[in-house]
């Protein structure tokens, strides 16, 4: 696909997760013909690619409809073999900035110049902040027991009645290691310092359960095991001693970075962390034909079925807005 600067699409989804994928399927049906700009694999230190974190995900099993559970790369190449029947044109490039200030709206493409619509559905998710280990990567990256998202993974059968360890100490960590309490045999929290950031009632919550452990003044260095993981390699923060937990699973729980990055000097209003700000329940951003769904406007839940739910509402307010500006 090629620049174009005499032609202007109805509609342009940037991301390819659960919401764009959902965006762009409603956008197709109702004939909006429209343009989906995927992305292009990256790693900046995170890895980073087209389908989004289920991309990282190997079992898939509280996405309704599989009863017998998905991988997260397979789920994905059935969303968008979907968007592609009813029309969907599918683009692999990065949208590396826009102009919002004109009108028609402009996106600049990194291989393929500058780009023209109506109206845009942002969906570029958000990346889970790593550790930056390349075991840590290998594993997550084949389903060996390392993860980002423990209410997405931590039922799966291979982490029941193991021992399991979640590195952070924010409410976020506090809320995953609590629910992994359900299934794990320990679940050990492994903080650097020698108190929790997280709050009161959230570290009271987690240390309540007996099979609660805090692993305090200690980072994880490496990440141990060939085809799964055996066990994490820590390192005291004040001795420099070394030692080994051995456990089964590794989630890591110390944030994630919305895409909001090409969004800079574009007007959109974000919040202190980033996210594309929502206003209301809808799917519109501040900017009147600019919309939003997806991670990069879900701080709360990051999930695939709301993901989708919310590209869902960001096609139908985009099909909304364009008939009431003349614009299909």
Known sequence: ????????????????GPAGWTAAIYAARASLDPVCFVGVPKQTPSIVLPGGQLMLTTDVENYPGFPEGVTGPEMMKKFQEQAERFGTRVVQDDVVGVNFKARPFELRTASNGTVRAHAVIIATGAVANWL??????????????VSACAVCDGALPMFRNKPLAVVGGGDTAM????????FASTVYVIHRRDALRASKVMQQRFMSKPNARVVWNKVVVDVLGTDSIEGVMLEDTVTRERSTLPVSGLFVAIGHTPATQFLGGSGVRLTDKGYIHLEHRHSATNIDGVFAAGDVADAEYRQAVTAAGMGCQAALDAERWLGRNGLV
Not at 1 to 16: A, N
Not at 132 to 145: C, F, Q
């Open 175 to 182: 809320e995953e290691a609590t629910y992994l309490t359900k």
């Open 1 to 16: 696909m090629s620049s174009d600067t005499g032609q202007v699409h109805k509609l342009v989804i940037i991301g390819s």
């Open 132 to 145: 930056g280990l390349h075991n840590e990567m290998r594993l997550a990256m084949s389903g060996g027991g």
